[in-house]
């Protein structure tokens, strides 16, 4: 089974400055999907990033951009120039490639990370 | 125009009782699911399903009771609520096709079972 692991329970940063969250994962699939989602305090998720194992390049999005190693199983988002509606609880999830047959596509979430901004 | 919605919000109930929450979306896709977001935020699938058939069941008590009218619709029902079971509930979405397909969510139903 697959896990992620945020090891980050919280963090801080400045209005304007970059930030980065890091997730680490542990899989024996080869492809997959990586996500990186927001939940604001009216506890919508939202997708900030996605990003797909057979792709070397990093995904970018404005100002969020990850850095995927997929030999280290790594997939950290940076944050550019943050702005005080970043904050927010921050999700890494996966979801497999293999199996994708009509519904068994679940993502598997790590445990969070809570970004503050200070003003 | 909301894309994946949930009824209630909130929900706050005595333990031993049933209660139902639903979950509906209006953008035409195949399959819907149901994560629970516990005291501690960690987020985990609990069902899926594609065309009203139930696809995944995440080892989930069958006191819940997950139940799909159609495409659009994908309820919720729990028997005997124990207080294990306050938690945030999420519905999402998506439309299958090959490669990726992204997940929509509903705004979540918070449960307090006291």
């Known amino acids: 089974a697959q896990t992620v692991t945020q090891s980050q329970p919280e963090m801080s940063v400045q209005e304007a400055e970059t930030v980065t969250l890091s997730c680490t994962y542990d899989?024996?699939?080869?492809?997959?999907?990586l996500f990186w989602y927001k939940q604001p305090p009216s506890r919508q998720m939202i997708l900030v990033i996605r990003?797909?194992?057979?792709?070397?390049q990093n995904a970018t999005e404005n100002r969020f951009s990850v850095n995927f190693q997929k030999a280290a199983k790594s997939f950290s988002l940076k944050i550019s120039d943050s702005q005080l509606g970043d904050a927010a609880m921050y999700f890494c999830?996966?979801?497999?490639?293999?199996?994708?047959?009509?519904?068994?596509?679940?993502?598997?979430f790590g445990t969070g990370t809570r970004l503050t901004i200070i003003p | 125009d909301t894309a994946v919605s949930q009824t209630p919000k909130y929900l706050v109930t005595q333990m031993g009782n049933d209660k139902s929450i639903k979950c509906e979306q209006n953008?035409?896709?195949?399959?819907m699911y149901w994560y629970k977001q516990d005291s501690k935020k960690f987020l985990k699938i609990m069902f899926s399903?594609?065309?009203?058939?139930?696809?995944i069941n995440e080892t989930v008590p069958n006191r819940f009771s997950p139940k799909s009218p159609d495409k659009a619709h994908l309820n919720l029902h729990i028997n005997s609520l124990e207080l294990g079971d306050s938690a945030v509930y999420f519905c999402?979405?998506?439309?299958?096709?090959?490669?990726?397909?992204?997940?929509?969510f509903g705004p979540g139903t918070r449960l307090t079972v006291l």
């Open positions: 399903y594609n065309n009203k058939e139930l696809i």
């Open positions: 999402a979405s998506s439309l299958y096709r090959q490669g990726y397909n992204e997940q929509f």
């Open positions: 990003q797909e194992a057979y792709k070397q």
């Open positions: 899989t024996s699939e080869s492809d997959y999907y």
């Open positions: 953008l035409g896709h195949d399959t």
């Open positions: 999830a996966y979801r497999s490639a293999y199996g994708s047959n009509f519904g068994n596509e679940k993502l598997t």
